[in-house]
């Protein structure tokens, strides 16, 4: 069985669906206790987990059965918020009281949804510096994952998801879009901007990318698109150079620990002080400067330092992910994974409520409902990316002009390597082929 579900999921090309990517066929080759579906959908303005999970509570279901099957696993968790009211009760409906899964209900709070926090708050497991769910015993996914796993077992390949658009729009909507629709059509499907220009948040306010080109496509990976005004705040603070972000820092550091205190990774117990990184930064200590600048790679840029406490507003998870992209490229190593640490006592009185934070961004005016939309979308062309996961880009498999069908192969994995293939997600006729393949409906 697990041999089977591995190639079954490898063909299907199922990622990682929560914005990470790996390869999932990789992933549930493994043994492990527990396996988690996390609904927490932690980013302000999201509700496509919450659809999914209202709606396919069963495919998710199935999903965990099989991986728990493969793993080994003796114990199933659904870890999302008691407020998604909806969903739990798709849940309760699909359970019943003889699974070996159960639901566990987490905090209102941001980050809920990284994976060591879940994991913590689900098993009361810490995982180790350096570590994965796999070091102590779990695999971890996203409920979108665990629905396309179900599709994958039933030979059907992973051709779109559910997305989010909300901010500055119309008619803010949760679709089921095919994967490769260009972001502008969905911005269109929710019924256009609100403002002339705009700015695109891809993935949700705290952790998503910034992007002012509304023809990219929908990936595998991206589940929202928060359309702000150029001028809003988030734009502004991404937009300043990393060059004087640093000399920014340089010049209003005001030395206090705020960061570190509110730190995720630290209140787990973790050797992460991000003050001490940039107390490093502030006194142009040589790079690295010890332990308090490369604790800076347990960093997960959750960005609650920076944009949440800190009273200067200084970038601090932008200059830990610099730093962690150096130490890479320097080859600089931990020195193995450490013992799981003990999570210090204020954890317990230090979460950071959504609420709190959609205000402290400035982002009030559109914490509105988001209805899901049954529209069905139908885009007349849809460039499948070839980089949509950790790993490999997929190598391409049709030629231009080649007509393809719904659900056919358009790029493979290369030979040996850790990669997702990807699948046509209309019928239609092969364009251009460059680092996506582009289809034109026919």
Same mark, same amino acid.
């Given at each position: ?8 999921? *490898?063909?299907? =090309? ?5 914005? !990470?990517?790996f ?6 080759? !493994? ?7 996390n609904g ?11 659809y999914?999970? %209202? #709606? ?9 059965e ?26 309760r *409906?699909t359970?019943?009281k003889?699974?070996?899964? #159960? ?16 994991v ?5 497991? &810490? ?8 070091d ?8 979108e994952?665990?629905k396309?796993?179900a ?9 779109? #998801?559910? /997305? ?20 502008g ?9 609100? &403002? ?8 949700? +306010?705290?952790?998503? *990318? ?6 990219? +496509?929908?990936? *595998?990976?991206?589940?929202a698109?928060? /359309?702000?005004?150029?001028? $809003?705040?988030? /734009? ?12 920014v ?13 509110i730190?995720? #990774?630290?209140?787990?117990? $973790?050797?992460?002080?991000? $003050?001490? /990184? ?10 690295p ?7 800076? $790679? ?7 330092? =920076?944009?949440?406490?800190c009273?200067?507003?200084? +970038? ?7 730093i962690k ?16 640490p ?35 979308? %139908? ?8 980089k949509?996961?950790v ?6 498999c &049709? @030629? ?5 069908r719904?659900?056919q ?16 997600s ?7 082929? @460059? ?8």
């Open positions: 069985m697990t041999a089977t579900l591995i190639d079954k999921v *490898k063909q299907a =090309g199922v990622v990682g669906a929560g914005g !990470a990517g390869p999932t066929w990789k992933k549930i080759d !493994a043994r492990v206790d527990v396996v988690i579906a927490a959908e932690c980013e302000p303005l999201l509700h496509n987990d919450q999914l999970m %209202a #709606r396919e509570a069963a495919r998710v279901v199935r999903g965990m099989l991986v728990m099957e493969a793993t080994g696993a003796g114990e199933g968790i659904v870890g999302l918020k008691e407020k998604y009211r909806d969903a739990v009760a798709a849940f *409906k359970l019943g003889k699974s070996r899964i #159960r639901l566990a209900f987490l905090e209102n709070a941001y980050p809920a949804g990284d994976e060591f926090v879940i913590y708050e689900t098993t009361g497991r &810490v995982i180790p510096a350096g570590g994965l769910p796999l102590v015993g779990v695999a971890n996914s996203n409920v994952t665990f396309n796993i599709d994958a077992a039933e030979g059907r390949p992973v051709v779109s #998801r559910y /997305v989010t658009v909300a901010g500055a729009v119309r008619a803010p909507a949760t679709f089921e879009a095919p994967i490769g629709i260009a972001w059509e969905l911005i269109d499907a929710a019924g256009g901007p609100t &403002v002339e220009e705009y700015a695109l948040m891809l993935g949700g +306010p705290m952790m998503g *990318k910034l992007s002012y080109d509304a023809s990219q +496509p929908l990936t *595998k990976t991206t589940g698109v928060v /359309v702000l005004p150029r001028d $809003h705040l988030l /734009v502004r603070r991404r937009t300043v150079p990393f060059t004087k972000s640093l000399h820092t340089r010049q209003f550091c005001c030395q206090c620990d705020l960061c570190t205190m730190c995720p #990774r630290y209140l787990l117990g $973790h050797e992460l002080y991000p $003050h001490l /990184v940039m107390r490093s930064v502030l006194f142009g200590l040589p790079f400067a010890g332990a308090g600048t490369t604790s800076a $790679h347990l960093c997960c840029e959750c960005e609650l330092c =920076g944009l949440y406490i009273p200067m507003g200084l +970038p601090i998870a932008r200059i830990n992910g610099n992209r150096n130490l890479k490229a320097l080859g600089w190593a931990a020195g193995g994974k450490a013992p799981a003990t999570p210090r006592p204020a954890r317990e009185t230090t979460r950071i409520a959504t609420g709190r934070l959609v205000a402290r961004l400035g982002l009030g005016r559109y914490n509105v409902r988001v209805p899901f939309s049954p529209k069905r979308l %139908a885009p007349s062309r849809v460039s499948i990316p070839l949509q996961n790993g490999a880009a997929a190598v391409p &049709v @030629k231009v002009g080649q007509r393809v719904k659900g192969v358009v790029a493979e994995i290369p030979e040996g390597a850790l990669g997702a293939r990807h699948h046509a209309i019928a239609g006729v092969v364009k251009e082929i @460059k680092d996506a393949v582009v289809i034109a409906a026919a």
